[in-house]
């Protein structure tokens, strides 16, 4: 009952803050985009066969060609205590895999359609006790052919190299992140940017 109460009022809160801002937001020329209004919506159906994994969310597919991504935890500790975790075979932090992210503007994603953005990017495991979870989470750096940073727009958001891929796993209701990033990047206009998105690892489905 007490759970109850606390989401009962935390929602409260949320709502109010959101009015307030939506209200200051009228003022604000550098509204963020708010991907759950104006983006493909789950209902907007598709012509596909259905043969494929369909979807009206952006689909980002990872290739590592079979190599291990580190940043796995050792559960060894180095001399100042902190953790040590997996490296590459060459023994960098990273490894570098081919990344595609097929965002249609009129029709669903699928993993065989044409990629909006295709590059090699550096690739490891990021997070703190999430390194633990099934579902991991990664950081990514694109990359040219000769391992310089490379800056791509993505999903309409502004050109960068360096991205993180949440993959929320404790958060059940799978918006809390998106939901503060959109109502700080109201507030400041440096908090990053956000999308939903779907994820194959490897041929494997990893989800949202
Ligand atoms: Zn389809
Ligand atoms: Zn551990």
Redesign the pocket.
């Known amino acids: 009952m007490k759970y109850r109460i606390i989401g009962i009022s935390a929602a409260a809160v949320l709502m109010v803050l959101t009015a307030v801002l939506l209200k200051l937001d009228s003022a604000n020329p550098k509204n963020r985009i708010h991907q759950h209004l104006t983006a493909r919506q789950p209902d907007a159906g598709c012509d596909c066969d259905g043969s494929e994994l369909c979807t009206h969310l952006p689909l980002v597919i990872i290739d590592t060609e079979g190599q291990e991504i580190p940043g796995e935890?050792t559960?060894i500790d180095d001399k100042y205590g902190e953790a040590i975790y997996t490296v590459a075979e060459d023994g960098r932090s990273v490894i570098d895999a081919n990344i595609s992210i097929i965002d249609n503007q009129d029709r669903n994603n699928h993993p065989s359609d044409t990629a909006a953005v295709e590059t090699i990017s550096e690739i490891r495991l990021r997070g703190h006790s999430s390194?633990?979870f099934d579902k991991g989470q990664y950081l990514l750096n694109f990359v040219d052919e000769n391992g310089d940073g490379r800056q791509l727009e993505v999903m309409g958001m502004s050109a960068h190299s360096d991205w993180a891929l949440y993959g929320p796993y404790l958060d059940k209701s799978l918006v809390r992140n998106y939901m503060w990033y959109n109502i700080s990047g109201e507030l400041m206009e440096w908090a990053p940017n956000v999308r939903y998105c779907e994820l194959i690892l490897d041929g494997e489905y990893r989800g949202l």
Do not use: A
């Open positions: 935890d559960h390194r633990h």
